[in-house]
């Protein structure tokens, strides 16, 4: 070891290994301590100062007298394996080679042609043929690049060309890698992917003045985000809210000003998009705004526009979305006006009430809804609201109740809507027929390409049919027409509430993050990790430790499978857990329902939102309603691959853009790989903002992965690989069923001992590459009491909590680690809060009891997969790594060994939690690599972030057997030279020939 080991008390070792019992249990079954009963570490060193000949024999003795061949080093022969085009892994970096020796490895999991740091600056890198043939990204069948971040950033295609991918999006290809080593690159658009494709804007470029014009289309096609399938949302991967509050940094662009009643306003100096929906602020007013941002920088108001004039330059301020008004049943808001309203009023002034409403609620007067499009403020007591054109629908008395809907900024339900006439331009109240579900107003209306605001609607479903909208249609269209809710803004994670992305304050009233963020205790700003390495800890006098908020890239195996079943072999159910929120209704199959089993998912929706699972039509041949029908698990390319002449226009049958079962066979051509490029994961901030990256650190999470994943059957194309740049989270049972084998002496195969064999015939084999992996309890629910809420388990909205209420101290941030200073994390003074109603959600739920601690997890959780990972090692010098290197010399610092590999952050161990009856059990079946080190979650070890589980560790079965290759596992070349034999020229010929009938490797 080349650093102490720190505990959590802040107490140093004063020898390597330190003085606790590290064992090796022998065939025997009896442990027995590499230290000696006399004090002597039996390694390479044997008791000595320095590693010699001499003790490596005594070593090598001891190994093999006492474990036979099972710990075995290069005192045993053991060579170095190698990967074919990387060369060899070195402490210190080499000026004799151009890569980077301490990080050769890590090229497998990286994108092509990353940009690196190179001491001055960054700087674009061109991968040689040998690291280009070795990489997983140059041959994942499925290519995702997401963008977390609240700027345009640029990320890279499989083939390495650059390809820009705007603020908090994602976008997704089919790569099928050619026998000429070329791509063939199709874009695709998964399941509840909310948009796709790049419009430049009429001004391509990748610089951030370039970009900040340019939109994405939205999704409509039949796999267009829902949440009425089986299992609740159809999305695969859900990251930061896209396309919404992006537009910052606006000033009013006209010498002049503007007039009241202006509703057309340019503007300048901001960046990213303002979008329809979007409220903004402009002097003391709130304002709708009804139309996209133009190319130009024009946006439109609701009219009747400004309610006062506005200076050139003045700020113009987006809005959080999503938020709304507490005006609500009781002290309600009156209508102030002694003559009442006249169908058509558009301003509303109110009297008597408490609360707020907001510009983009909906209100119900009378017996209609209404969305509010300016409010003169939003504290109360209000006095006025203007609500949308065509104004009310039926006159109304004084003093009629004004009520904020709680249904406000929702997604409605509709499906199969069309217009019951024939409508010319400049229409805005239109009559509809044929669907089923709720429009609210405030949704976004696609009509013939157009993007129209609901302004107003009949309490309740649209029964009636009238729906009004805004603006007015620009052209005229036909009778049938389709009418389609844009779910765009319920498909991701928002970036407002809680405490943001900053890691919240002790007596914080919201001490959890917004919905897009979550904490890992151990990841630190500035990449100082622990912190408390030097003299027992008291560097944190000068540097507190801040744990710093990570965006979440979730990415849901469950649903994946569905959309496996659904593409490959068309099914119109997959088997599996239902991964909504629980409720009685799915409470038998639930997925957090520890005896919960599989069931046969429906594919489809449901029409009628009836308690009823009963839609089993999908997209056919026949009317616009019929081939418009949802296929909410499907995968369709985009139609910018089909019409590039006209790219985000969906053709009449969008069936004809459903990805191909063919196709999914050509680019996965050895087995599922799937690739995510986490763009400038790796990148450190050049700059800092109040002590902040001024990037987004994220974490590329795999969740719902509880079952068989999906597997291909065909004989040397099983399996799933999962390879990512960022760091990895994997959230509970992972292609594991969670019942547990815990007879380590049986051996059925399948359904032994569950550190070994797998479960049913159905697992295959998966790995997961990243550059560090965190393993994370399995959720479990308890159905006590309705909503149904979790008892133990990770749960996102308790990250930031210490995980045991023992040995802490509110100064854990800033004073030396202590026996009274034992965790990190929140603690008595900060407010107690339920958890998430789902696993993966930050916001509190409802359900179960308030909480200062994070769940105890005495569920045992089991891993069935090869991990091939980074680590951070002892005394870690990242100095010239990036520009913002997290020390400035060696750290001293522990690697953690063993404790940390995989990594966990939560507490495992009974002495923690008198809750906990027995040590949680940590099972994993695979293989385990560290193959290079961390770059993106480079902090060292800290054992204050976690307790240990009983961990079970074992081979996976599958691993032992012939043709047991994951889809693109990685090549190594490794050989003991144990002896040689001559051939005869016979020999020679024979093996010579069976070597060249073997398949050339792709």
Not at 278 to 302: C, E, H, P, S
Request: aromatic share 8%; glycine share 10%.
């Amino acid at each position: 070891m080349k650093a102490n080991y720190v505990n959590r008390s802040g107490g140093a070792s004063s020898t390597a290994g330190g003085t606790g019992a590290v064992n090796y249990t022998p065939v025997s079954g009896a442990a027995v301590n590499l230290m000696s009963s006399g004090g002597v570490w039996r390694d390479h060193k044997y008791g000595t100062a320095t590693e010699t000949t001499t003790t490596q024999n005594q070593f090598r003795t001891f190994a093999t007298t006492t474990y036979g061949g099972n710990v075995r080093t290069n005192a045993h022969g053991v060579s170095k394996l190698e990967l074919p085009g990387i060369g060899s892994y070195n402490e210190t970096n080499l000026a004799s080679t151009p890569e980077d020796d301490r990080n050769s490895g890590r090229q497998l999991i990286e994108p092509r042609n990353p940009w690196k740091w190179n001491g001055t600056t960054w700087a674009e890198d061109t991968d040689d043929t040998a690291t280009r043939e070795l990489k997983f990204s140059r041959k994942a069948g499925l290519y995702i690049i997401v963008n977390p971040d609240d700027t345009s950033r640029t990320g890279k295609l499989p083939d390495g060309t650059n390809q820009p991918i705007l603020p908090r999006s994602y976008r997704a290809w089919l790569n099928i890698v050619n026998s000429d080593a070329t791509h063939t690159l199709r874009e695709v658009v998964l399941p509840g992917q909310p948009s796709y494709g790049h419009n430049d804007g009429g001004t391509p470029g990748t610089t951030v003045a370039l970009l900040a014009d340019d939109t994405m289309y939205s999704n409509v096609l039949p796999n267009r985000y829902t949440e009425t399938t089986a299992a609740g949302s159809n999305q695969i991967l859900r990251t930061a809210q896209t396309a919404y509050q992006l537009g910052s940094g606006y000033l009013i662009n006209n010498a002049g000003g503007y007039a009241i009643g202006a509703t057309d306003l340019v503007l300048d100096t901001g960046t990213g998009i303002i979008r329809a929906g979007d409220t903004v602020l402009i002097g003391t007013n709130f304002y709708l705004v009804v139309a996209d941002q133009t190319a130009a920088g024009m946006i439109k108001l609701a009219t009747p526009g400004l309610k006062a004039a506005v200076a050139d330059n003045a700020t113009v301020t987006v809005s959080p979305f999503g938020v709304i008004g507490t005006a609500a049943a009781g002290p309600n808001y009156l209508i102030n006006n002694a003559g009442g309203y006249a169908i058509g009023a558009t301003t509303l002034t109110i009297d008597t009430g408490t609360g707020t409403i907001l510009p983009g609620n909906s209100v119900t007067i009378g017996t209609s809804k209404y969305l509010v499009t300016s409010t003169v403020s939003t504290a109360p007591p209000l006095t006025s609201v203007t609500i949308a054109p065509p104004g009310l629908r039926a006159a109304v008395a004084d003093n009629a109740t004004v009520v904020t809907d709680l249904t406000s900024g929702s997604l409605g339900t509709a499906k199969g809507y069309q217009v019951a006439f024939p409508y010319a331009v400049g229409i805005s109240n239109l009559m509809l027929d044929t669907g089923t579900g709720t429009i609210q107003p405030g949704n976004r209306l696609y009509i013939e390409g157009n993007t129209h605001l609901v302004a107003s609607l009949p309490t309740g479903a649209v029964s009636s049919g009238a729906v009004s909208i805004i603006p007015a249609l620009s052209a005229a269209i036909a009778d049938d027409t389709l009418v389609t809710v844009d779910p765009l803004p319920n498909t991701g994670y928002y970036v407002s509430g809680g405490t943001g992305d900053d890691f919240p304050a002790e007596n914080a009233t919201r001490p959890y993050p917004a919905e897009a963020y979550f904490f890992d205790m151990r990841r630190a700003n500035g990449n100082v990790g622990y912190n408390s390495n030097i003299a027992g800890g008291t560097a944190r006098a000068a540097a507190n430790y801040l744990p710093r908020a990570i965006a979440k890239i979730d990415f849901d195996m469950a649903r994946f499978k569905m959309m496996f079943h659904r593409t490959v072999s068309g099914a119109t159910t997959s088997t599996g857990y239902n991964a909504g929120v629980p409720t009685a209704t799915n409470w038998a199959n639930s997925i957090f329902n520890p005896a919960g089993a599989s069931v046969a998912l429906d594919l489809g929706v449901d029409v009628d939102n009836a308690a009823a699972f009963a839609y089993t039509s999908f997209p056919a041949a026949g009317t616009p309603e019929t081939v418009n029908r949802p296929d909410p698990f499907r995968l369709y390319y985009t139609p910018a691959f089909l019409t590039p002449g006209t790219p985000g226009l969906i053709p009449a049958d969008p069936g004809t853009l459903a990805v191909p079962a063919a196709d999914l066979a050509l680019a996965w051509y050895d087995g599922i790989a799937i690739y995510i490029h986490s763009v400038d994961a790796e990148r450190r901030a050049q700059s800092l903002v109040a002590g902040k990256n001024d990037r987004v650190d994220s974490g590329v999470r795999l969740i719902n992965g509880r079952g068989p994943l999906p597997s291909y059957t065909t004989s040397g194309k099983t399996g799933l690989s999962f390879a990512t740049n960022d760091a990895a989270y994997i959230i509970g049972h992972y292609n594991a069923d969670g019942t547990i084998n815990a007879t380590s002496t049986n051996n059925t195969n399948p359904g032994g001992f569950s550190a070994t064999y797998p479960d049913s015939a159905n697992e295959r084999l998966a790995s997961v590459m990243s550059d560090a992996i965190t393993l994370l309890s399995q959720p479990e629910f308890s159905s006590a009491s309705a909503p149904y809420f979790q008892t133990n388990g990770w749960n996102d909205a308790l990250s930031a909590f210490r995980f045991t209420s023992t040995a802490w101290v509110a100064t854990w941030r800033s004073g030396a680690p202590s026996g009274t200073n034992n965790y990190e994390g929140l603690g008595t003074s900060a407010t107690a809060i339920r958890p998430g109603a789902l696993p993966t959600s930050s916001t509190p739920g409802t359900g179960g009891a308030t909480r200062q601690t994070k769940l105890s997890p005495p569920i045992d959780t089991e891993f069935s997969t090869a991990l091939l990972m980074g680590m951070v090692p002892s005394n870690h010098n990242a100095t010239g790594l990036t520009d913002r290197p997290p020390i400035s010399a060696a750290n001293a610092q522990y690697s953690g060994g063993a404790h940390n590999f995989p990594r966990l952050l939560e507490d495992w161990h009974n002495d923690m939690d008198t809750g906990i009856a027995a040590n949680s059990k940590l099972y994993i079946r695979g293989s385990m690599v560290a193959l290079f080190e961390s770059r993106v979650a480079m902090e060292p070890w800290n054992i204050r972030c976690y307790a240990a589980p009983d961990r079970f560790w074992g081979l996976h079965y599958g691993f032992t057997q012939p043709s047991h290759d994951v889809p693109l596992e990685p090549l190594v070349v490794g050989a003991d030279r144990l002896g040689f034999r001559e051939l005869s020229a016979a020999d020679y010929a024979t093996r010579k020939a069976f070597l060249e009938s073997l398949t050339t490797i792709p």
